[in-house]
């Protein structure tokens, strides 16, 4: 299984960055999408999910309406568009494969089985 991702960079605050995921070898047709984010020294928190097959979502309430995810079934790639970034999200952003889309999995890093090696998204003037 392997989940590369792709996008990352430098935004200004206010600006927009979209991370991309592709998703190879994995045999589950129904599975999830999810994203997560970490600082150093702190721990790694969800951003949001998306069940890739039904397209339903679920967002970190700090990113609701500013972040959206989707997915390309087909392609077996999903997306983090990001909008009006502040400089507090500064963060290596990660994409996980896994069972369930929710508030019960969205934020917690144990119940993904694959991840992506992690994109830089730096925020800054």
């Known amino acids: 299984v392997q989940l590369v991702e792709s996008g990352g960079g430098l935004a200004q605050p206010g600006g927009s960055v979209r991370l991309s995921c592709a998703v190879s070898g994995f045999p589950d047709p129904d599975y999830a999408m999810g994203w997560f984010r970490q600082v150093p020294g702190k721990e790694r928190e969800g951003v949001g999910c998306?069940?890739?097959?039904?397209?339903?979502?679920y967002y970190r309430s700090s990113v609701k309406g500013r972040f959206a995810i989707s997915g390309d079934y087909d392609k077996n790639t999903a997306y983090l568009h990001m909008n009006t970034l502040n400089p507090e999200e500064t963060a290596a952003y990660y994409c996980?494969?896994?069972?369930?889309?929710?508030?019960?999995?969205?934020?917690?890093?144990?119940?993904?089985?694959?991840w992506g090696q992690g994109t830089q998204v730096t925020v800054s003037p």
């Open positions: 998306i069940s890739l097959s039904v397209g339903s979502t």
């Open positions: 996980a494969i896994g069972t369930g889309c929710g508030s019960i999995w969205y934020d917690d890093p144990e119940v993904w089985e694959y």
